[in-house]
Each structure stands twice: as C-alpha cells, then as structure tokens.
C-alpha cells in the first residue's frame, strides 16, 4: 500500500510514517517543516520519500494523493504560542491547507484519517 502523511515530521506523523514502513508499505512523507523536524525523521529518511512541500499547493498535493491508497492527514500549525504570534498564518494553514488536501483525496476518491 501507498501511505502519504502530511505533516510527517511532526511526532505523531512520523510515528505513523515509521510504523507503516515498518509493515512493509511505501510512505511519502509530505511536510514544510514549520512545526514539524527533520530529526523526527532521520532514521527513516531515506527509505522514504520526503516532500519538502506545503499542504497549500494543490498542484503537489493532487499529485502525491492521486498516487497514494490511504492520506494520513496530520499537519497543522500547532502549540498556543505559535498560534498567537502567527494567527493568520495558522488559520490559512490549517483550514484551508486542509480542504486542499480534503478536495484532493475526494476528487481521487482515496481514504482518508483527520487527525489535527
């Protein structure tokens, strides 16, 4: 199977990351890197593939999930300070990075797990 997470160098998408290539299954790992780190996902790294990239773009989010069986959608700004100091941002992000991935992963009729 085909995984794509977003936000996978947060905790809890790489962790997901991790564990999906550890069953066998081939992961994208698709991240800015705002809130989420490399580190989380060092040891993986290189048998995944890592999309520095933003949930924003629906040009590549369309093209990861149109090649993907199951989007793992866990990327979002987070954290009260970084929300306060970056209020806008965190919504643009977060809401409509989301529909972008939501719209994606219904136009290519593909499975999806909300988790932010």
Same mark, same amino acid.
């Not at 977003?6 to 081939?26: M, P, V």
């Not at 790294?45 to 990861?64: Q, W, Y």
């Not at 959608?73 to 919504?91: D, F, P, R, W």
């Given at each position: 199977?085909?995984? &794509?997470? /977003? #936000?996978?160098?947060?905790? $809890?998408?790489?962790? +997901?990351?991790?564990?999906?290539?550890?069953? @066998?299954?081939?992961?994208?790992?698709?991240?800015? &890197?705002? /809130? #989420?780190?490399?580190?989380? $996902?060092?040891?993986? +790294?290189?048998?995944?593939?890592?999309?520095? @990239?933003?949930?924003?773009?629906?040009?590549?989010?369309?093209?990861?999930?149109?090649?993907?069986?199951?989007?793992?959608?866990?990327?979002?700004?987070?954290?009260?300070?970084?929300?306060?100091?970056?209020?806008?941002?965190?919504?643009?992000?977060?809401?409509?990075?989301?529909?972008?991935?939501?719209?994606?992963?219904?136009?290519?009729?593909?499975?999806?797990?909300?988790?932010?």
């Amino acid at each position: 199977m085909r995984v &794509l997470v /977003t #936000g996978g160098a947060g905790f $809890i998408g790489s962790h +997901l990351a991790d564990f999906y290539l550890s069953q @066998g299954h081939e992961v994208t790992v698709l991240d800015n &890197l705002s /809130t #989420g780190n490399l580190a989380n $996902i060092k040891p993986i +790294l290189e048998s995944i593939n890592f999309v520095n @990239g933003d949930i924003r773009d629906a040009k590549t989010v369309e093209e990861l999930v149109s090649n993907t069986d199951l989007v793992l959608h866990m990327a979002a700004y987070l954290g009260v300070k970084n929300i306060m100091e970056n209020t806008l941002e965190s919504i643009d992000s977060n809401f409509m990075g989301s529909e972008v991935v939501l719209k994606a992963a219904t136009k290519y009729k593909k499975r999806i797990i909300l988790a932010s």
